[in-house]
Every structure is written in C-alpha cells, then in structure tokens.
C-alpha cells in the first residue's frame, strides 16, 4: 500500500511510523501541510475529477491508499482551514483519512471534546466556557480552585491553576487582551498522578501513570512527569474507550485523572498524540499497532468495493 504521511516535520513519530509502515511491506512518504497545493482546473462535470489535483512536494494525495494526518503546523486561521479543508475533500473523493479531519476538529477544541465526551455519559469536571471576564469572575468565586486552559493547546502550556479570585481577574485581563475564550475548570485533587492511555481501533494497547515533580500539578511529560506502564483497572479501560468513541477517533490518547475521592474523570482527548513517552515506558510498539489498523481498514474498504461491483444487482 502506498500511505502519505502529512505532518509539520520530521521527527521520532514519522520516523517509527515509516519504519512499522516498511517493515509490513508498505511504501511511505512523509510530506509537509505548507506544501499542498490544490490545482482545479476548468473541466466539464464528467470531467471534473479527472481535472483536480491535491499534492504535497509533488506527491499525489489524492492517489494514496491512506492518508496519515498527524501534526497540523501553527499557522493563520486561513492557513489552518485550509489545511484541514484539503483533509475534508481528500475523504470526500474516498481517500482514507486517519485521524479524520472531522475527529481533529472535535478534539483540537477542549469545549468541543468535552460536550461529546459528557454527551456519551461520562464523567468530567465541572467546566465554564464563556467570553467575558464577568461570566469567567462567577465561574472562578462558584468553584473556588479553578484551572484556567486555552481552548486550544497541549502540553500543558498556558495553563495557570488559581484560588484566588484576585489573581484570577488579572489573569483574564491578560487574556481579554489578545480576545481569548475563557476554559475555566475546576481543579480536581488528583495527587500529581494521572493516566494516558493509548487506544487503536477500538481497544486499549498501552497505558501509563503519568507522575508530577515535586512542585508542580501538571502532570504532561513535556514538563518533566515521571511515567511507568499502568495496568488498567477495567472500569479505566471503558471510560477511555467510549471516549475514543465519543469523538470517532481511529486512534487517540486519553487523558484519565483519578481523585483522590476515588472519582475518575475524562480530562481530555487528543486526536494528534504523542506515545514516545508511553512506548518507552510500556514496550508496546504503538506506530505497528496504528499501521496495522489503517491497513486492515484500507483492505475492509477494498473488499466492499470489490463485493459491491460483483453483485447481481449492480452488474444489472
């Protein structure tokens, strides 16, 4: 099979799926979402397809048997619709796209997530979302210890834990400025631990404990956060599960966080993980597991197209 790699780079990822993609006998090539360019030209609507293109370094998209779509690079607004646009249009001519274009939107934005994961029934905390700082200062007094998130982001980064309503109100002031949405959160005592746990395809193939330094309550790997391989308890696996399910997502790690109540939480879904972290901790080759499941897919999808050509019905 020939399988496209869209990313922002090279790096680690690439690299380990490249090499589980070779070792199964499958050609990979990894080319970058600043390089896409869609060429539409005039045609007849018979024509129509025959005439639009959508390459990457001059390698056809559209031509793939796959299409892996991991890190969208940072750009403009315009520059990210775009790019995520070109994901849409590559599934609607029947290119298999993982994650899905529509499974990145849902899990880039924290608010989005977050409905469709409590709309599946499961556990997450309490969460006010809103524009103006009034709205936010309520949310920040009712709940007391509050984290406040960027909408969008990962790794921890802009992330601020307040208790202080004070503190709080200055902290929005910064973010009114550049007309931020306020994700304001309560914050769960979870003892600096919490779990990743990495699921494809519709089962768990590795999880971790992920553990905060002394000193900090983040508990993101990028931060320092010590990890070791987590036996899951059952009930852990079926909320990771159904959260995957939640956002339709092929392959996705989710973020669990236990209180120390006993309580366990859906802190969030990432449609674009990083696993080099739980790799190393677990030995689970992830890049092998994700390959294997996107080829077992592309063959699903060819068997049907075969099984339909060769109907009575269709041959009438």
């Known amino acids: 099979m020939n399988i496209v790699i869209l990313n922002a780079g090279t790096g ?13 006998g499958h050609t990979a090539v990894v080319v970058p979402y600043e390089a896409v360019v869609s060429r539409l030209r005039s045609a ?6 025959a005439r639009a293109s959508l390459t990457s370094e001059g390698i056809s998209l559209l031509d793939a048997d796959a299409v892996l779509a991991r890190i969208v690079p940072f750009g403009s607004l315009e520059q990210i ?3 995520v646009d070109a994901l849409h249009w590559l599934e609607e001519r029947g290119v298999l796209v993982v994650n899905s ?9 924290k608010f989005y997530t977050d409905t469709l994961v409590r709309e599946a029934g499961l556990p997450t905390p309490d969460t006010v979302v809103c524009e103006r ?3 936010a200062m309520a949310a920040v007094r009712e709940m007391g210890d509050v984290v406040i998130k960027p909408i969008f982001g990962s790794l921890g980064h802009g992330m601020v834990r307040v208790s202080e309503p004070d503190v709080a109100l200055r902290v929005l002031r910064a973010l009114d400025e550049v007309r931020a949405v306020f994700y304001v959160q309560r914050a769960i005592d ?22 905060a330094p002394d000193g900090e309550w983040r508990t993101n790997v990028a931060r320092g956060a010590g990890t070791r391989a987590l036996d ?6 079926d909320l990771a599960l159904r959260a995957a399910e939640a956002v339709s997502a092929d392959y996705a790690g989710v ?11 859906v802190l969030e879904v990432n449609g674009i993980p990083g696993w080099q972290g739980l790799q190393q901790a677990t030995g689970v080759d992830v890049a092998g597991a994700i390959v294997d499941h996107v080829v077992a897919r592309v063959s699903a999808r060819r068997a049907e197209a075969g099984a339909t050509h060769a109907s009575p019905a269709h041959r009438r």
């Open 232 to 237: 899951l308890p059952r009930d852990w696996e």
């Open 101 to 109: 274009p529509r499974t990145i939107e849902r899990c880039v934005d």
């Open 133 to 135: 700082i009034n709205d």
């Open 81 to 83: 619709i775009y790019r």
């Open 12 to 24: 680690w990822h690439t690299d380990e799926l490249t090499r589980a993609l070779s070792e199964r």
């Open 255 to 265: 973020d669990l966080l236990p209180a120390r109540d006993g309580s366990v939480y």
């Open 190 to 211: 979870h003892g600096g631990r919490d779990a990743r746990v990495f699921v494809v395809g519709g089962r768990v193939v590795g999880a971790i404990e992920r553990l």
């Open 44 to 49: 007849s609507a018979r024509q129509a397809r």
